[in-house]
């Protein structure tokens, strides 16, 4: 009799704890819904990259500063081309002190004097200053770029952190049906409480994932409206999916793009010929410059004359001579500092295109490698360890690995689609342009687009 209330008493207490591990795990299965739900809305309007790289091209505070830099470049060629003001004096040529009549006055003396600095010199100074002003438009040209680049990264951010959330949100309803096969194999008799605690547990890493792609989603978002002149906490709208491509040109092709568009490449070679400009500058400083004075002698007790004066500079004298001669030997070292700046950046320039390049073919492989094979066997085995847990023939753990083998593969390609749009903004900052049309093919079908 004894044994007969213990056993109904066990049986009490498993239904009563089966109970409530269900009663717990539907909670923990609805509150992941519940945030998942939260996570994965979106507001605002749509938003394509376009739009986007247009409005920050329009309103990037930095592109403005460096656009308002040109306009006070183009004010010193005008400058430099103009001449020194000119100088007025007055002099009153021998008035006795033992006298305040200014008849008494030997003569007053009135001037004015223009100094005019060596042929060509103006010319010379007006290229110096031109060269500023092509570095100025070139440092717009590169910020652009910039700019190009770091809005497409935010949004290839943007956009793998919410997919990312979609996926796990797919996840739930998985979870909810793994759940529902294991309490009814617990009900049955043939699970194990182990079995039934394990959905929960993944539902909670799963929220756990959540909340970093969250983090994500909100920095990327705070960069874009950055970048966009915006306030960092306004909602980004649904964005475009990028789509599977191949990229079809060659790195010599590439290479020959970078090398005659790159901006920095081309700011280099302003910055030679700048410096060569000063050069030629310095070495006309050898040439004197002039000195022209004019003016009238009033004389109380004599005839009124004029005066007229010229002077003329002696740049050659041998105590001036090693100064300019100085002057000219830094400027040929600038030439030559330029020159070879010019090639390091070269060398630079191909070396992104040809990094930027490699990973782009490599994220092209992996998507198609994912596409084609990882992600149709993951789910493959996924769907063929369900039914085998559903029939007793494999155990929980077979079932939650391949779960998540088939979520990790399906982000993973998502990971590689944005991986590939990364690669190709880094290539297009290398090469300094948007690559030509026909560049990239896309793939006629890919997993989840």
């Known amino acids: 009799m004894t044994g007969c209330v213990r056993r109904v008493a066990a049986a009490s207490l498993a239904v009563a704890a089966l109970a409530v591990m269900s009663i717990d795990l539907r909670a923990q299965a609805n509150d992941a819904a519940h945030q998942h739900g939260a996570s994965s809305h979106v507001e605002g309007q749509p938003v394509t990259l376009q739009s986007l790289l247009q409005e920050a091209l329009e309103k990037n505070p930095g592109l403005a500063a460096l656009r308002d830099q040109i306009a006070v470049a183009r004010q010193r060629p005008m400058q430099e081309r103009g001449l020194p003001p000119p100088m007025a004096e007055a002099q009153i040529w021998q008035w006795p002190i033992n006298s305040l009549n200014p008849a008494d006055t030997n003569m007053y003396m009135f001037m004015v004097s223009q100094d005019i600095p060596g042929r060509g010199k103006r010319d010379a100074r007006v290229a110096v200053v031109e060269k500023d002003i092509a570095l100025a438009g070139a440092d717009v040209t590169i910020r652009a770029r910039q700019v190009v680049n770091e809005i497409k990264q935010a949004y290839s951010s943007l956009f793998i952190a919410r997919k990312a959330t979609e996926l796990h949100l797919a996840s739930v309803d998985v979870l909810r049906e793994i759940a529902d096969a294991a309490q009814a194999r617990y009900a049955a008799g043939r699970g194990s409480q182990q079995d039934l605690l394990k959905p929960v547990v993944e539902l909670s890493k799963l929220h756990s994932d ?65 410096a060569q400009a000063e050069l030629a500058s310095a070495r006309l400083e050898r040439k004197p410059d002039f000195n022209v004075q004019g003016g009238y002698q009033l004389m109380p007790n004599q005839t009124d004359g004029v005066l007229a004066k010229v002077g003329i500079t ?136």
Do not use: C
């Open 210 to 274: 959540v909340i970093m792609h969250d983090q994500e989603a909100g920095v990327a978002i705070a960069r874009l409206n950055v970048l966009l002149n915006r306030a960092p906490e306004m909602p980004i709208g649904p964005l475009e999916e990028p789509h599977e491509e191949t990229l079809l040109p060659t790195s010599a092709e590439l290479q020959r793009l970078a090398v005659e568009h790159q901006p920095e490449l081309q700011r280099a070679r302003i910055e030679i010929a700048r």
């Open 314 to 449: 002696w740049p050659n004298a041998p105590w001036s001579r090693a100064r300019i001669d100085a002057k000219i030997s830094g400027q040929a070292g600038a030439v030559t500092a330029a020159m070879s700046r010019e090639r390091a950046m070269e060398n630079m320039v191909r070396l992104a295109v040809q990094e930027a390049l490699v990973r782009a073919r490599a994220a092209q492989g992996r998507a198609s490698l994912l596409r084609t094979t990882i992600v149709p066997q993951s789910r493959q085995a996924f769907d063929v360890s369900r039914a085998a847990y559903q029939a007793d023939r494999a155990d929980f753990s077979t079932i939650l690995d391949s779960e998540r083998g088939l979520l990790a593969s399906r982000l993973e390609y998502f990971r590689a689609l944005a991986d590939f749009t990364q690669a190709v903004a880094d290539l297009e900052r290398a090469v300094g342009t948007e690559l030509p049309a026909g560049t990239t093919s896309p793939v006629p079908a890919a997993e989840g687009q």
